[in-house]
């Protein structure tokens, strides 16, 4: 397993791992699937030394992303930023998660970032525990703000302050 910079080559499989999570109702407000031409510009947005886009690799190919985004847009927030992780769902539940939060961790000093956040459905459980066991805190939950198929859910602000020297 590695965790490396993602290249233009990983787009394809970084939108069908995304686009294998909309149906789920779960980890994304998306209702419907993206293409990788809707994702390009999104994608040449991260950059390595200030936002990176991330791929983590198995023997069998790329199974997982990670990337960071700016928070809010203003510079006053330029020292916290925005975190996703998606896993394809036949790798979910080994840690992969895990890894790359700490890899974000790892990352986060050279990147000038002292708080990482994460905009969590609520009704994510495995996504809230494991925000959670990693020190991360609920900072704040927007009630009912989503609706998808008919229902409503809430949106949890997750965060977590990083000790930097």
């Not at 970084?14 to 809707?38: G, K, L, M």
């Not at 539940?93 to 790892?106: F, S, T, W």
């Not at 925000?131 to 977590?160: F, H, N, T, V």
Request: aromatic share 10%; glycine share 6%; net charge neutral.
């Amino acid at each position: 397993m590695s965790i490396r910079h993602a290249v233009e080559y990983d787009l394809p499989r970084i939108v069908e791992i995304y686009n294998a999570a909309i149906p789920t109702r779960s980890s994304t407000a998306d209702t419907e699937t993206v293409s990788v031409a809707s994702r390009k510009a999104w994608f040449f947005r991260h950059e390595p030394d200030r936002r990176p886009l991330l791929v983590y690799e198995r023997e069998e190919g790329v199974v997982a992303w990670m990337s960071f985004e700016d928070f809010y847009g203003r510079p006053a927030y330029r020292h916290t930023a925005e975190l996703s992780v998606y896993i394809a769902p036949e790798q979910q539940g080994r840690l992969i998660g895990k890894r790359l939060l700490q890899k974000a961790e790892e990352l986060a000093p050279a990147l000038g970032l002292r708080s990482l956040v994460g905009y969590v459905f609520a009704h994510n459980t495995r996504s809230m525990r494991l925000l959670s066991a990693l020190g991360y805190q609920e900072w704040g939950r927007l009630p009912d703000i989503a609706e998808m198929d008919g229902k409503e859910y809430s949106l949890c602000i997750m965060g977590k302050r990083l000790d930097i020297g």
